[in-house]
Structure formats: structure tokens, C-alpha cells
């Protein structure tokens, strides 16, 4: 089994910074997982906001490159995204996932459908 929980949502006005964290653990759970973040607004799908393998190599939304960068800290087990020059349409709930590192690559992990395991959400707001 893998937990996640994500931390760290709240609201920040535009042009702001916000990070999230992520901490996962069980018995299932290891550094090789793909680990992914997702946000999702009222009324449409979940998308991806961030991906990031093993290695670290990480693969972002074009709307999100160069604001937002995902890490990962392997020996806390915490994925985290830091938010950087924030605007009102990154308002969402944001969801970390996660999926063993078999089958599928991890950068070709782009929907929902493809993540086994997920945290409860966090709210992110970006207004004045």
C-alpha cells in the first residue's frame, strides 16, 4: 500500500509563491515510484501539472515551465512543488500521485487513469 498526503495549499495573491509537499509512505512505497502532481478545478478534468522520475528528471505543463519546478527528497520520502509567479488560473485543487515504476515510462504517464495511488488534494487560491 502507498499513502499520500499532500500539505501546504492555502491562498497567495497573484504573482506570489506557494510551495507544496507531498509525504508518502507503506510498505509498497520506494524511490523508484513515478511520483506526479495534478490539479483540478470544478467541472473539468484533472490534468497534470508535473511529472517527475526516479532519476529526477522532471517534465512540466507548458502553462506551469519556468514557474513551477517539482522536486523530490527521497530519503523524507516528500514530493513538493514550489509555485513561483502564481496567477489566477492555477487556482485548483492539487493532487500529488504516484505509480509504480513498472509498465508504462513515467514521462508517458500523462492522465489520471495512469497513476495507481493519490493523495487527498490540497486548495490552492490566486486572488487578490
Known amino acids: 500500500q502507498v499513502q499520500l498526503v499532500e500539505s501546504g495549499g492555502g491562498s497567495v495573491q497573484p504573482g506570489g509563491s506557494l510551495r507544496l509537499s507531498c509525504a508518502a509512505s507503506?510498505?509498497?512505497?520506494?524511490?523508484?515510484?513515478?511520483m506526479a502532481w495534478f490539479r483540478q478545478t470544478p467541472g473539468h478534468e484533472r490534468e497534470r501539472v508535473g511529472i517527475?522520475?526516479?532519476?529526477?528528471?522532471?517534465i512540466y505543463k507548458d502553462s506551469v515551465a519556468g514557474r513551477f519546478t517539482i522536486s523530490k527528497d527521497n530519503a523524507k520520502n516528500t514530493l513538493t512543488l514550489q509555485m513561483n509567479s502564481v496567477k489566477p488560473e492555477d487556482t485548483a485543487m492539487y493532487y500529488c500521485?504516484?505509480?509504480?515504476?513498472?509498465?508504462?515510462?513515467?514521462?508517458?504517464?500523462?492522465?489520471?487513469?495512469?497513476?495507481?495511488?493519490w493523495g487527498q488534494g490540497t486548495q490552492v487560491t490566486v486572488s487578490l
Open positions: 507503506g510498505s509498497s512505497y520506494n524511490k523508484g515510484y513515478c
Open positions: 517527475i522520475d526516479s532519476d529526477g528528471t522532471a
Open positions: 500521485a504516484a505509480n509504480r515504476p513498472t509498465g508504462l515510462f513515467c514521462s508517458r504517464r500523462r492522465g489520471p487513469t495512469d497513476f495507481d495511488h
